[in-house]
């Protein structure tokens, strides 16, 4: 079949950037979308045109590298599916699709469809995590987890940190990420501990990337390729409350300190 | 060159505790003094990091992603093994030993695997700290279940998405100290080569992925973690981006290079659409656990799988190997597959795949039992295939997954150039010549929290190391020829794309140098790949410049590296005459077909020299001396 892609070209982030028309006219309907740009970048190599630059590594649907938007929706039209498992036997021939990076302050494009998502990794480097330095663990048995928090906490853990949440939320907020990675830790006996502390420093710190706030819109979970629920979100805020009503959302004292280094992939 | 494994000897059980006492400390406020580098930050790089900074060390680490936790280590479905017993089936250390060395064909370290299934305990201590939300029972204690290769159940997981928790748990410790300043973290970079001084390692050299900028990096140590080399085949089951380019510069500035023939071909992937095809998907072998492997038993059958008659299917793993069926290890169950495709009983519209069905499952637990277990696994096949599995039984066929070779390491991981260090699949040391099910994450876990952050204390701790800058001739000499290899690679303008010459040697080595080899085919391939290489090197067209982020450039230097890894590949594989795990020469085989292993004259590492483009390699042997497990024909009948 025949496929007609626009797709947004941008030499780097400096330069203005403009939709270009290209046209697919021998795709397979086994392929993968991300197949199917390799076979425009292939043709585009034939003629001499630089190919068109995007993220993808796994395309298995976990590494969480790839993702654009596809006729204005994040990873395209199937619901629970990364841009790099979606098939082309979704489309039709002589479909048109426009192909877009993503679109968020706190995320700006690099090249083509490819952006720079370091705040993500900022979000979790001031509090994303349990501080179990290696080799103090007692035996994994010892800490008794019940099935249905364990289950609850895999749902939320499963986030691949892909940034469609992001991306489609026309408040470019980060909750759904934050909300995910706060249930994964926070419903676990283990993460306990630094519950409230966690929530406040991510917020503090989504706030400082110039991620926007949550409105309960929706459209994050609507295009969650894990299909994270929004429930995440309202235990975000719920502990963040919490925390903040009985003084043990505090900041870590190093907190302040922290979110003003500069941290993971923030050189540029 | 001796090849020192710094094995230690004496009973099995005390090795790496006295081995890790006679080792050399740094006090902590010393640690601070140090920098290390650590290139990888999956399973193993990541995990490292994290630790080698919780201890003191400051930590520069590199990846060429865009965050840490793309590592490919993330794709791991089924699990990670550990000798816990907490089922009381009669598993232990020792068994789960034995099962490795065995496993591996004995072509491992005794010493080594040993200190792998000790650490496998406490690995799953600290991932459970780290809140890696491990399957559980209904009682809150820890789910197992059973994976190729063994019989007892001592794997551990967390739904089909095991390695992504993994990863995310040492992505979790890493960004910690991120956060805290001890790792300064370099995502987009890629290590192009590595600075040797006075024979030690002493710093990389990088390419900044976005702006093309050429940089050296200098430390006391420098740690690879940077993955196998499946990806020369092209179609392997490995991320896009997974490459060999760190080892292999490694290897060029005199790292040896061990076993590179022992690679992995994984039994259940989705078979091959079209020419298309840009990778293959994995279905986690845990589905071998309630999946049966089937084939019709005439040739040529082409009726939809239900409409074949139970007495006309060839169940050929249950009927060959009765007592381990369907969970045979992965060389056994990819070998069989291909064998039954070959007498022309393959299914699907190549021919070349076969059934695993989940019909007598379903029946047996229920639907949802079979969707909580393998739910997520059953979505990704129905996504890609567009056939649903609950309904159809599923098409499989092996492809290449995991690089039991790698760069060379003693038992402290350290590589033939002191200071270097390798770990999880880059180095070569633990599965011998085929891997077990849920071992790579064991092993990539245990190099990276337990392994290198004590044995590296020795080094620094022993090794006067003087003060060198940026200036040094060999930081000069190694960012020039970086340079020029880039310049190189943009000035040849030639015809033909990097992906079609990728394309064109994964496909000559799929063929000579996959699952079955002979002598003839990889002499033929050895005529071949040089000549490949010479036209790729004329002929290879790169647009675009270096000074930005340009993909084509990153993947052509990865291609020229696979180039020349191939030729070793084939070199090795060719100089190995004997059948053994991953490696199986046609000519070597038992009368039932299975592999033949000649432990008289190779019972050794095979640790090859670099010695110049195009020029054979020089062999170094380590040999394998097993004390404790006895060397016999595996059989899983």
Redesign the interface.
């Known amino acids: 079949m025949r496929i007609v892609l626009h797709i947004w070209r941008q030499?780097?982030a400096n330069d203005k950037g403009r939709m270009a028309r290209y046209e697919v006219p021998n795709v397979?309907q086994?392929?993968?979308f991300?197949?199917m740009l390799?076979?425009l970048?292939?043709d585009l190599?034939?003629r001499?045109?630089?190919?068109v630059?995007f993220?993808?590594?796994?395309?298995?649907?976990?590494?969480?590298?790839c993702g654009c938007m596809v006729n204005g929706v994040a990873h395209g039209p199937?619901p629970?599916?990364t841009l790099c498992?979606l098939?082309m036997?979704h489309f039709k021939d002589g479909d048109e699709l426009y192909l877009e990076p993503w679109r968020a302050r706190a995320f700006p494009v690099?090249?083509d469809l490819?952006v720079?998502?370091?705040a993500?990794?900022r979000l979790?480097?001031?509090?994303?995590?349990?501080?179990?330095?290696?080799?103090?663990?007692?035996?994994?048995?010892a800490?008794?987890?019940?099935?249905e928090k364990?289950e609850l906490?895999?749902d939320a853990?499963?986030c691949?940190?892909c940034g469609a949440c992001v991306a489609m939320c026309p408040n470019a907020s980060a909750s759904l990420f934050m909300g995910a990675k706060l249930a994964?830790?926070g419903l676990?006996p283990?993460?306990q501990p630094e519950r409230y502390g966690r929530v406040a420093a991510m917020v503090a710190q989504a706030k400082a990337e110039r991620f926007g706030a949550c409105t309960n819109i929706g459209e994050c979970e609507a295009v969650c390729p894990k299909e994270i629920k929004l429930e995440v979100i309202a235990r975000m805020n719920r502990d963040f409350l919490k925390g903040s009503w009985t003084g043990r959302g505090a900041l870590r004292d190093?907190a302040e300190e922290?979110s003003k280094?500069p941290?993971?992939?923030s050189?540029? | 060159m001796e090849l020192d494994s710094k094995a230690p000897t004496g009973p099995i059980e005390t090795r790496w505790d006295r081995h890790r006492f006679n080792l050399k400390l740094v006090n902590p406020a010393n640690k601070r003094k140090h920098t290390i580098i650590v290139v990888g930050t999956g399973l193993a790089g990541g995990?490292a990091a994290?630790?080698l900074a919780?201890l003191g060390y400051n930590v520069k680490c590199f990846c060429f992603?865009?965050?840490?936790?793309?590592a490919?280590s993330?794709?791991a479905q089924g699990g990670i093994n550990a000798a816990?017993n907490?089922r009381n089936d009669g598993d232990s250390i020792y068994r789960l030993f034995y099962d490795t060395v065995k496993g591996g064909d004995f072509r491992s370290r005794e010493s080594n695997v040993y200190r792998l299934a000790q650490i496998s305990v406490?690995i799953?201590?600290?991932?459970?700290?780290?809140?890696v939300?491990?399957?559980?029972?209904?009682?809150?204690?820890?789910d197992n279940r059973s994976f190729g290769g063994a019989q007892v159940s001592r794997t551990?997981y967390?739904?089909g998405?095991t390695?992504?928790?993994l990863l995310?748990g040492a992505?979790?410790?890493l960004?910690?100290q991120?956060?805290?300043?001890q790792v300064e973290?370099?995502?987009r970079t890629e290590m192009l080569d590595l600075i040797v001084i006075d024979g030690k390692a002493r710093g990389i050299v990088t390419r900044d992925l976005?702006t093309g900028k050429i940089e050296s990096h200098l430390a006391e140590a420098v740690v690879l973690g940077t993955g196998g080399y499946g990806n020369l085949y092209y179609l392997s089951t490995n991320?896009?981006?997974s490459n060999a380019t760190a080892i292999w510069r490694a290897h060029k500035r005199g790292a040896l290079f061990a076993n590179p023939c022992f690679t992995q071909i994984h039994p259940t992937c989705i078979p091959v659409?079209?020419e298309?095809?840009?990778?293959l998907?994995?279905m986690s072998e845990s589905l071998r656990n309630d999946g049966r492997v089937w084939v019709p038993l005439k040739k040529g059958d082409k009726r939809p799988p239900y409409q074949i008659p139970e007495n006309e299917r060839d169940y050929y793993l249950e009927r060959r190997y009765p007592s381990f069926g369907n969970l045979v290890p992965r060389d056994v169950a990819s070998r069989n597959a291909k064998a039954v495709c070959d007498e022309g009983r393959g299914v699907g519209e190549s021919g070349l795949a076969v059934f695993l069905d989940f019909r007598d499952a379903i029946e047996r637990l229920g639907k949802h039992v079979i969707r909580e277990r393998y739910g997520n696994l059953f979505?990704?096949y129905q996504?890609?295939t567009?056939e649903d599995p609950y309904e159809v039984p599923m098409r499989i066929y092996p492809a290449i997954h995991y690089a039991m070779g790698g760069l060379w390491v003693d038992y402290n991981l350290m590589s033939t150039i002191a200071g270097l260090y390798v770990l999880g699949e880059a180095n070569f040391s633990d599965h011998g010549a085929n891997r077990l099910g849920a071992s790579a994450l064991m092993q990539g876990l245990a190099d990276g929290?337990?392994v290198l952050?004590n044995t590296i204390n020795d080094y620094l701790a022993t090794t006067k190391l003087e003060k060198v800058d940026a200036s040094h001739p060999a930081v000069r000499e190694a960012e020039t020829q970086v340079t020029c290899v880039t310049k190189r690679l943009l000035d040849i303008r030639g015809t033909r794309?990097v992906?079609?010459y990728h394309r064109e040697l994964g496909k000559l080595l799929w063929e000579y140098c996959g699952m079955a080899r002979t002598a003839e085919g990889l002499k033929y391939a050895l005529s071949k790949i040089p000549e490949m290489r010479e036209r790729f090197w004329s002929d290879v067209?790169v647009?675009?410049n270096g000074e930005?982020?340009n993909?084509?450039l990153e993947k052509a230097g990865r291609v020229a590296d696979f180039f020349e890894l191939a030729e070793l590949l084939c070199i090795d594989a060719l100089h190995r005459n004997e059948s053994c795990g991953g490696h199986f020469r046609e000519e070597y085989q038992t009368p039932e077909g299975e592999a033949a292993r000649d432990d008289q004259n190779y019972s050794y590492v095979a640790a090859w020299e670099f010695r110049g483009v195009g020029n054979p390699p020089e062999l170094h042997q380590e040999p394998l001396e097993f004390e404790y497990v006895h060397p016999t024909q595996r059989s899983y009948k």
């Open positions: 030499r780097n397979n086994e392929m993968s991300l197949e390799d076979v970048n292939e190599i034939a001499n045109e630089e190919p630059a993220d993808h590594d796994c395309r298995e649907g976990i590494c969480g590298m199937q629970g599916t498992q098939h036997r690099v090249k490819v720079d998502r370091g993500f990794d979790v480097a001031v509090g994303g995590f349990i501080s179990a330095t290696t080799g103090c663990a007692p035996d994994g048995n800490i008794l987890v019940p099935k364990a906490s895999m853990a499963a691949i940190g994964h830790l676990l283990q993460g190093d922290v280094k941290l993971a992939g050189r540029r | 995990s994290a630790t919780e992603q865009d965050s840490p936790r793309r490919h993330i794709a816990k907490y406490n799953i201590d600290q991932c459970v700290a780290q809140g939300p491990f399957a559980r029972e209904y009682s809150g204690y820890l551990f967390a739904r998405q390695g992504q928790q995310l992505y979790q410790a960004e910690r991120i956060g805290a300043g973290m370099h995502p976005l991320a896009k981006g659409s079209g298309y095809q840009s990778k998907t994995l979505d990704m996504r890609i567009g929290y337990f952050p794309s992906d079609s067209k647009l675009g930005e982020l993909q084509s």
